[in-house]
């Protein structure tokens, strides 16, 4: 079989078990969980040996003419470059582990039939983006993440927070598609085709007219799908969905399809200074206050999205100066280790029976109960705070010796001024990064308190995944140096330089974290026997007084399928409240983004929206009604006309037939006059 066969079936095949699980979900159920673990297994093997015959060499493209347009023609398209294989492998081994975990997490759920297919047609829509080689095809697999992310993110619609959620995510992604398409249509229009070839061959020409204003355009559709400043607030909300769906949201789908699609058409970005510099701008905001507002979250699912916004800052601030190779070596890291951290936080909710951090921190004993969990994350964090030799530390170091290049001069891609925005928010963010992780660690399995629940070993489809994903979250980034002919021959090992101030900033960020958390741990416990002590209502209020805990402390956890015991209240050891000082307040609700947009956009629409609403109802339906009036008063006279009485019929015909008469009589008389 071609690679181009092969190439071809990666993406067809998770579509058709999508299909196939949404029409026999109910019929046969029986047949679901094949369906949905099958096809996206096949497409990960594929995409695996589609990378190893690619071996990082001339691109595998093959096209077709899809239909007729009359001017700029669309094409179904295949365009497999070393990146685009990589990526591919990423998706389908993600898709496939978040898969075989929603078997064992899901497993009671009524509607896993819709569930997987979803799963299912996600992936394959993602893979439809990496490998297509047109951008109207690749908006088509753009949009269908947008409407399947809707839907997952809404799996448990009855609860409020659900619809809410999934309503956000499609608005605010909605939001930046608009100027999106609008930048899309100039692109084309400028290159004479949708074809990403011919695009980035028109680039390399100088025939873009308006390279400026295409690039902003385009930049917005990707600071929406990847959450990046200022349309990042749906990431942390769509927690509310299931959590596989987050590990698959986050680490390989929807928000890795903006930074992979500003690394296919760099050049397109690259041929305006200023589109950088604003993308850099872009990044260094999103990292930093992401970083600080994850270290602000109660939610253990919260912390690990707003992990994910800053680390796809890490990516869009590689792009900026220029270097798609560690942008995409960043992505491949983060979404195997970003994977692992949010299957491994399914698992300790379910043992825990709480997403809060400061219930688990007053529970001991929980790293005990879930060994696995344990030992995986603490793999994955480790990964997440960059420290070697993790795959995170090569890839985050990747990216800032591209931003020290470029600060210094050494590198042409971009202006000197991006590097230096990108470098200074990057190391000042790998300390943020480091403190978030360590206190995320240290609340979930160092805490003290009641014993934890004990539910038994989770089953082996959840934490077996867990172990598979370590794997390429201790090795991808030894294996740097065989890969790199998949990313243009470039080399991505670190320097001194950057691996002093990354590293250092991390150990900085993980020691303080740790010292404030020992600090924090004393204050509580002595705050907890103070108030035992007094054993009073004032000692109880007191306690209550001393620590304010965060509105996630007792959520509803949907995908709990066991009971828990209620988690005794009282003070939780929080180094994040210590370090972040008069910020916590602000960073816990995302510096009140939402509530500036809320009053920015959301409520004068709803203003105007009264308004029309009351032209509507009082100005238009006023005179549509005043237009029926007058026809059904007419109506009414002439009803009262018909009696069915023949002789008053006769007696008015007469009467109409006499008052002709005379009227005739007198105009013969008039004209004979004059």
Known sequence: MSTTTLAVLVPLLPFLGAVAGLLLGRTAPGFVRPLAILPTLAAAVLAVLVAVRQGGGKPIYAATELTPTGSVPI?????VDGFAALVAVLVGVVATCVQLYSTAYLREDPRYPSYA?????????MLLVVYSGDLMVLLVGWEVMGICSYFLVGHYWETEAARSASLKAFLVTKLGDVPF????????????????NKVLGTVAAGGLDHPTLIALLLLAGVAGKSA??????????????????SALIHAATMVAAGVYFIARLLPVFAASAAALVVMAFMAAVTMVGSGLAALAQDDIKRVLAYSTVGQLGY??????????????????????FKALLFLGAGVIIHAAGTNSLAAMSRMDGLAKRIPDAFWTMTIALLALAAIPPFAGFFSKEAVLVAAEQTATGHS??????AGWVVLVAGVLTALLTAAYATRLWLMAFRGRGAAAPDHGKEPVAMTGVLWLLAIPTIGLGLAADSLADWFDGRELTPTLVTSVLGTGAAVVGVMLTYALWQRATAKAAAVAATASAAN?????AAVAATVAESAAEAPEVAEVTHDHPAVAAGPAADPGKVLLGPLHRHAAVGFHLDAVYDRLFVRPVRAAASLVRFLDREVVDTYVRGAGTAPRLFGSLVRRAQTGNVQSYLSALFAGAVVLAIATAVLANINAGS
């Open 75 to 79: 094409e179904l398209s295949l365009n």
């Open 117 to 125: 297919g979803l799963v299912s047609l996600f992936t394959s829509a």
């Open 181 to 196: 398409l609008i930048g899309l249509f100039a692109l084309a229009a400028d290159a004479g085709s949708f074809e990403i």
């Open 228 to 245: 990046q400043f200022p349309l990042h607030t749906w990431l942390p909300d769509a927690m509310a969905g299931p959590t596989p769906v």
């Open 315 to 336: 990516m869009t601030g590689a792009l900026a100066v220029g270097d798609r190779g560690a942008a995409v070596f960043h992505l491949l890291s983060h979404g195997f």
């Open 412 to 417: 042409e891609l971009a202006p000197s001024s």
């Open 536 to 540: 009073g209502v004032a000692a109880a």
